[in-house]
């Protein structure tokens, strides 16, 4: 997995910049997931249409950057530069683009938009959320500045923020990360 970190930071994470214009992000308002809490459940595709679960997301600290809306890709890939210099390779860098699909746009054009933008050694790591279920299930407004959530390896919610790369509120969510990777064994 060192291999792949190592490509991701020279790379750049690319998360999902953007599907384009054709889609719509939309999640209810509510909270944000908070400290100590495990995601709830939820389901979705990887841009190489693999299913994957969000219990997925536990056995090593991992930085997930969601986006809800479509003009936050610019946004997203920030957070992934900023963790590329700031957070150690061993953490898991994943992202999630939560939406609910127009009747007129399908899974597979939305997929195939993402991959034209997105490296390919970074399809598994980037999954769309086609009927919008995290957002649901995390309860997150619609917004253009992506939300943050720092996983310990079990999964649970040690930090997280609504906010761009360069606040002071990221440099939280990355320092639990530093923290969190330095307990691994």
Partial sequence: MRIRDRERRQAGHAGAW?????LLFSAP???????GEKLPGFSAKDLEGKAHQSHELSGRPTLLVVITDKDAGDEMKRWFDTADQQVPPAVHRASILTFKLPFF????AARE????RVPRQFWDDTWLDKNGDMGKALALPTSRTPYAIALDADGRVIAVAHATANTPEAREVLKALVGAERREP
Wanted: glycine share 24%; hydrophobic share 45%; net charge neutral.
């Fill in 29 to 35: 308002a509510g909270a944000l997931p908070e400290q």
């Fill in 18 to 22: 953007l599907l384009g214009g054709a």
């Fill in 105 to 108: 746009v399908g899974e597979g």
């Fill in 113 to 116: 938009r993402a991959r034209a």
